[in-house]
């Protein structure tokens, strides 16, 4: 799939307006006082090729994002002034509205904001993929009314990933890992079609190993999930699970290794009383292994609570293979492209993906929302493509 209308469709941009709907929902830390810092900055750069080309073009710029969870009325804390201080460094001249978030009618795809966000502007370009599988006025919105392309992250996103369902060198692995199925249930359906094996690690594998009638103690595990589980495992496509473990004692706290607390390796049954944390040191060279001998690996969800340092072996194993491997190599979530940096495997990468729910239901479903929309502003645009 794509089919989307690019920047190079969009013709002379000279002294034109364009609204870019940008990511820039950036971490943010607060002091005290009440004053927000951005502790990554990396969903600003991500954008910045495409913001950098439209200043070029002579096009005049205005991004708009949303940043945190306001609930449709201003609020202080989730302003975008850290955001425009650091824009301005990085790509001045480009003006950022603010928080979109703080009217309703974002949320709510209000036609009223519609219009609100479109007056003024000749063109739309959206490069918010971690932002393109919601329905929002920002989103959907504006290719109704003016001509519209995708950004360069938009656009890089929706090659590889559509590039996974279409046509993987094989044989193609996706390593999953994370908290729970449930919150994955969709994308790891869709991924047994896809892949050659799936490999599984994080806290999700508990619910796995009790459907194989292990013992899983005091983990994280979903009892409503086993009967799903004891059907994928009893499927076509090979589910590799952890043999060994890395399990915590009673008294012990996550992310506080002065609590106390014992930490053992056992094999695939957690002892009662006791949490797995990790993947053991034997499933992570099995693990490693099968990236190891991949074409193509997808990789989302971290195999252990890799934030707590004695249980991030089996995450940084699995980052250390993916670095490895000549396969082609994807890391797709949130807390899983924070993994690959904090082993310092990012670079290393062939694609990291920027988004966290619009990359999982973009494997899943093959499209998004914001997608769609782009496409079918395609007869709104003045000049003509082949699609
Ligand atoms: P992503 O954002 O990459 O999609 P998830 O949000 O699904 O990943 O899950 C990430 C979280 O899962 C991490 O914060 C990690 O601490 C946690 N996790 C991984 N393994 C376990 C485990 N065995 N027990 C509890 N939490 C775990
Ligand atoms: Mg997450």
Known sequence: ???????????????????????FNVP???????????????????ALPTLRWLLQQGANV?????????????????????????????APGVEL??????????????????????????????????????????????????????????????????GLRDAPRRPFVAVLGGAKVSDKLGVID??????DALVIGGAMCFTFLAAQGHRVGASLYEDSMVQHC?????????????????VLGPGGVLGDPDAGGEVRQVG?????GWIGTDIGPGSAAAFSDVICSAGTVLWNGPMGVFEDPRF???????????AETRAFTVVGGGDSAAAARHFGVDRDMDHVSTGGGATLELIEKGDLPGLAALRDSTTKNSTTRDS
């Not at 969870?69 to 301005?88: H, N």
């Not at 869709?190 to 892949?195: H, I, K, N």
Request: glycine share 10%.
């Open 1 to 23: 799939m794509s089919g989307l209308p690019r920047l190079e469709d969009l013709g002379s941009l000279q002294g034109r307006s364009v609204l870019v709907r940008v990511d």
């Open 28 to 46: 943010l830390s607060h002091g005290i006082d009440g004053t927000a810092e951005i502790s990554d900055d990396l969903r600003i750069r991500a």
């Open 62 to 90: 205005n991004a708009c994002t949303h940043l945190g969870r306001p609930q449709g009325v201003p609020e202080q804390r989730f302003s975008v002034t850290p955001l425009r201080q650091r824009l301005a460094e990085l």
């Open 97 to 162: 509205l603010e928080n979109l978030r703080f009217n309703p009618g974002e949320t709510a795809n209000d036609p009223a904001f519609v219009t609100e966000l479109v007056a003024g502007h000749d063109i739309y370009v959206n490069d918010a993929f971690g932002a393109s599988h919601r329905a929002h006025a920002s989103i959907v919105g504006p290719p109704q009314f003016l001509a519209s392309a995708s950004g360069r992250l938009l656009a890089r996103e929706v090659e590889v990933l559509s």
């Open 190 to 195: 869709a991924l047994l079609e896809m892949v």
């Open 230 to 246: 004891k059907q994928l495992l009893n499927g076509d496509t090979v589910i590799h699970l952890p043999e060994d473990l890395t």
């Open 268 to 272: 695939a049954d957690v002892p009662d």
């Open 312 to 322: 991030g072996g089996g995450t940084g194993a699995v980052a250390a293979a993916m």
